[in-house]
């Protein structure tokens, strides 16, 4: 990136530079914010915080068979804000602490909306074995709260690694 003149708000957020003539949306801002906040009390892994991120409606879409999978308990409907912390303390017990961790991932943004790429790798509590599995997380933001979450990931990674396949 090459120097140039630069329009800065009250807040000395960039609004414009010679790259990028058009105005930075707030919402784009705030949304690459929150997504790289979730993605932070994910990797600290206290559920309660994560939770906070949430509305207290949720849309919630997991890429998976409507009857979830036997070896998967926390694939289940959500649709509260106590649901998702839930859901994440259901992950958390069935892993080994401390051994959770991804690649970098790469925040795409437009206006209110996110979406994650990396890959999740867990070891599984009850069987040792670890696993990685490619993932997409699209996130809807709205008054700076998590409206949708909606995971794409490789699910049959994650099921054979908790059944012991």
């Known amino acids: 990136m ?13 609004r414009s530079d010679y790259q990028f003539p058009e105005p930075i949306a707030r919402g784009s801002a705030l949304t690459r914010a929150i997504a790289k906040e ?61 051994e959770a961790g991804g690649s970098a991932p790469r925040i795409l943004v437009d206006g209110n909306e996110a979406v994650v790429l990396g890959d999740i790798r867990q070891t599984v509590k009850a069987t040792g074995k670890p696993y990685t599995a490619l993932c997409a997380l699209h996130l809807v933001i709205e008054d700076g709260l998590i409206t949708r979450y909606a995971v794409y990931e490789d699910s049959l990674t994650v099921a054979e690694a908790l059944s012991g396949s």
């Open 38 to 98: 979730f993605l932070r009390r994910l990797g600290e892994g206290d559920a309660d915080r994560i939770a906070e991120l949430f509305a207290e409606q949720v849309d919630w879409v997991l890429d998976w068979p409507a009857g979830g999978h036997p070896a998967v308990p926390w694939i289940r409907p959500r649709s509260t804000r106590a649901d998702v912390a839930d859901h994440f303390r259901a992950i958390a017990e069935f892993h080994v602490p401390g």
């Open 2 to 14: 090459g120097l140039g003149p630069a329009q800065v708000d009250e807040d000395e957020r960039i």
